[in-house]
């Protein structure tokens, strides 16, 4: 099995040829068989003479004692065998709670980031084998990955190796024994409570009871899968090229009047790259996010940009020319300080104002009785494409019967429990529902206007949604034109 490992590593070139090697090391056979391995590798007179390994281990705190008393033995086994290594720990039931993870996600997220600070941007090598990649592909399955999903684990993916991918978990056992190395034992490997558990003791078992040889059928189709995937992959290296303008850790702008021409295929794949880039690798857009960015593609651009929130703290930006996708550290969150506007400006009609601490300028204009009796006798005939050819509505510029409006307006932010009623519909809806079901960013949602007649209702939510009752119909008199225009 070694000579199968050691042949791998060299088809893959996985190993650096100098420098430190950062070692993922729980303490069990798959971690155990692979440090040995490459123990036997690598240092001074072995067959990579310049390449170091450095043992990291991270107790996740989920077993009390047992997990302290396992890092303390893994601190002794890599002081016996002359390694340095660095032990760490997290309250990772604290960590799923604090980002709202699943327990296995939480436990994930921590141990890469903890490796990702031992290894300072050097490889890391991570014992996963065979059985791994058969559960990992039943499970983007489950989750509904797609194409690029369903090649699993590769033997290099950006700062992440896996020597021991063309091996099983039994090889790694029989190693083990064979080197008379004693593994650990970790109890929750066993634990159903967790997906990919479930997966190996339940699910997997049952499926081959249908396909004793299913675990190699998956296999092959991984692999008739990459090579389609490595040609949409150079399509999107092309397409890259030409698309992103900017790419940096937490930023990345694209140029929409190319990102536009590329095909739906390409153009999800190459959101997904930028994803991936921004979210340690592995992007978290599934098909609703990719339809959502899609809609956002298509909306009118106005003076205003346009943005959506997407898991993992990224938000993405649609301007006149670019899509720019962002991440935000939490910290950084929790510490912005989001303008407001102040609790109440008045805004005559006709009239302006300049809403203080927000970069909006709220208009009121009366339209001229020429252009008033137009509309009206459009009106009456119910030819609403002939009221908006004469009136062109946008986001940030709506038209409104002028007595539901009054002489003035009141404006403020949104408030807890305020409601509306969003044009179309018969009854009262929250304002905080309709800023989520339309896509708001969280960051604007508490800049923008809401604007209230001097009965106190409520006639437009700026930029998002006039009220039901303050729409024109045939009965309407006089129009009032509500403008919201951004300041520099």
Same mark, same amino acid.
């Given at each position: 099995?070694?000579?199968?490992?050691?042949?791998?590593?060299?088809?893959?070139?996985?190993?650096?040829?100098?420098? $430190?090697?950062?070692?993922?090391?729980?303490?069990?056979?798959?971690?155990?068989?692979?440090?040995?391995?490459?123990?036997?590798?690598?240092?001074?007179?072995?067959?990579?003479?310049?390449?170091?390994?450095?043992?990291?281990?991270?107790?996740?705190?989920?077993?009390?004692?047992?997990?302290?008393?396992?890092?303390?033995?893994?601190?002794?086994?890599?002081?016996?065998?002359?390694?340095?290594?660095?032990?760490?720990?997290?309250?990772?039931?604290?960590?799923?709670?604090?980002?709202?993870?699943?327990?296995?996600?939480?436990?994930?997220? !921590?141990?890469?980031?903890?490796?990702?600070?031992?290894?300072?941007?050097?490889?890391?090598?991570?014992?996963?084998?065979?059985?791994?990649?058969?559960?990992?592909?039943?499970?983007?399955?489950?989750?509904?990955?797609?194409?690029?999903?369903?090649?699993?684990?590769? $033997?290099?993916?950006?700062?992440?190796?896996?020597?021991?991918?063309?091996?099983?978990?039994?090889?790694?056992?029989?190693?083990?024994?064979?080197?008379?190395? =004693?593994?650990?034992?970790?109890?929750?490997?066993?634990?159903?409570?967790?997906?990919?558990?479930?997966?190996?003791?339940?699910?997997?078992?049952?499926?081959?009871?249908?396909?004793?040889?299913?675990?190699?059928?998956?296999?092959?189709?991984?692999?008739?899968?990459?090579?389609?995937?490595?040609?949409?992959?150079?399509?999107?290296?092309?397409?890259?090229?030409?698309?992103?303008?900017?790419?940096?850790?937490?930023?990345?702008?694209?140029?929409?009047?190319?990102?536009?021409?590329?095909?739906?295929?390409?153009?999800?794949?190459?959101?997904?790259?930028?994803?991936?880039?921004?979210? !340690?690798?592995?992007?978290?857009?599934?098909?609703?996010?990719?339809?959502?960015?899609?809609?956002?593609?298509?909306?009118?651009?106005? =003076?205003?940009?346009?943005?959506?929130?997407?898991?993992?703290?990224?938000?993405?930006?649609?301007?006149?020319?670019?899509?720019?996708?962002?991440?935000?550290?939490?910290?950084?969150?929790?510490?912005?300080?989001?303008?407001?506007?102040?609790? =109440? !400006?008045?805004?005559?009609?006709?009239?302006?104002?300049?809403?203080?601490?927000?970069?909006?300028?709220? =208009?009121?204009?009366?339209?001229?009785?020429?252009?008033?009796?137009?509309?009206?006798?459009?009106?009456?005939?119910?030819?609403?494409?002939?009221?908006?050819?004469?009136?062109?509505?946008?986001?940030?510029?709506?038209?409104?019967?002028?007595?539901?409006?009054?002489?003035?307006?009141?404006?403020?932010?949104?408030?807890?429990?305020?409601?509306?009623?969003?044009?179309?519909?018969?009854?009262?809806?929250?304002?905080?529902?309709?800023?989520?079901?339309?896509?708001?960013?969280?960051?604007?949602?508490?800049?923008?206007?809401?604007?209230?007649?001097?009965?106190?209702?409520?006639?437009?939510?700026?930029?998002?949604?006039?009220?039901?009752?303050?729409?024109?119909?045939?009965?309407?008199?006089?129009?009032?034109?509500?403008?919201?225009?951004?300041?520099?």
């Amino acid at each position: 099995m070694r000579d199968k490992v050691i042949a791998f590593i060299q088809q893959h070139s996985l190993l650096p040829a100098s420098g $430190p090697l950062i070692v993922a090391f729980s303490g069990g056979a798959d971690s155990l068989c692979l440090l040995h391995i490459l123990y036997m590798l690598c240092g001074p007179q072995k067959q990579y003479p310049t390449t170091h390994l450095h043992v990291a281990h991270l107790d996740h705190q989920l077993r009390g004692t047992a997990s302290e008393q396992d890092a303390l033995h893994i601190s002794q086994l890599a002081s016996a065998w002359g390694l340095p290594c660095t032990i760490g720990a997290i309250d990772v039931p604290a960590l799923a709670q604090q980002e709202h993870r699943s327990l296995e996600d939480a436990a994930r997220t !921590a141990r890469y980031r903890f490796l990702r600070e031992v290894a300072h941007g050097q490889l890391i090598a991570v014992a996963h084998h065979q059985d791994d990649q058969v559960e990992t592909l039943l499970l983007h399955w489950i989750r509904g990955g797609g194409i690029a999903s369903q090649v699993g684990l590769q $033997p290099r993916q950006q700062d992440i190796i896996r020597p021991l991918l063309a091996v099983t978990h039994g090889e790694t056992l029989a190693y083990c024994e064979q080197h008379r190395l =004693i593994p650990l034992q970790d109890a929750s490997n066993s634990d159903t409570r967790f997906y990919r558990n479930r997966i190996r003791h339940e699910l997997l078992p049952l499926i081959e009871t249908m396909n004793a040889d299913f675990r190699a059928t998956l296999l092959r189709n991984a692999e008739v899968l990459h090579v389609d995937v490595n040609w949409i992959e150079a399509q999107v290296d092309t397409a890259w090229q030409q698309v992103v303008l900017e790419a940096e850790a937490s930023r990345c702008t694209l140029a929409l009047s190319h990102l536009c021409t590329l095909s739906q295929s390409i153009q999800r794949h190459l959101l997904r790259r930028v994803t991936s880039r921004l979210s !340690a690798g592995q992007s978290p857009l599934e098909l609703r996010h990719y339809l959502l960015i899609e809609e956002l593609l298509q909306r009118e651009t106005t =003076i205003r940009d346009v943005s959506l929130d997407l898991p993992d703290n990224l938000t993405v930006t649609k301007t006149r020319d670019t899509l720019t996708f962002q991440r935000q550290k939490k910290e950084d969150a929790r510490n912005d300080s989001v303008p407001t506007i102040p609790d =109440i !400006a008045m805004l005559d009609v006709p009239g302006r104002v300049t809403l203080q601490g927000t970069a909006w300028t709220a =208009i009121a204009e009366l339209l001229s009785a020429e252009t008033t009796h137009k509309v009206k006798q459009l009106l009456q005939v119910d030819n609403w494409q002939g009221v908006w050819q004469i009136l062109p509505a946008t986001p940030d510029r709506v038209y409104l019967d002028a007595v539901w409006v009054g002489s003035h307006l009141s404006l403020r932010a949104r408030r807890a429990g305020d409601t509306m009623q969003p044009l179309g519909m018969r009854r009262q809806k929250k304002v905080q529902n309709i800023l989520i079901d339309k896509h708001i960013p969280r960051t604007q949602r508490d800049t923008l206007p809401l604007f209230f007649n001097a009965m106190g209702y409520p006639v437009w939510l700026g930029g998002v949604c006039v009220d039901e009752r303050a729409r024109l119909t045939r009965d309407t008199q006089h129009i009032v034109c509500l403008h919201l225009m951004q300041t520099c």
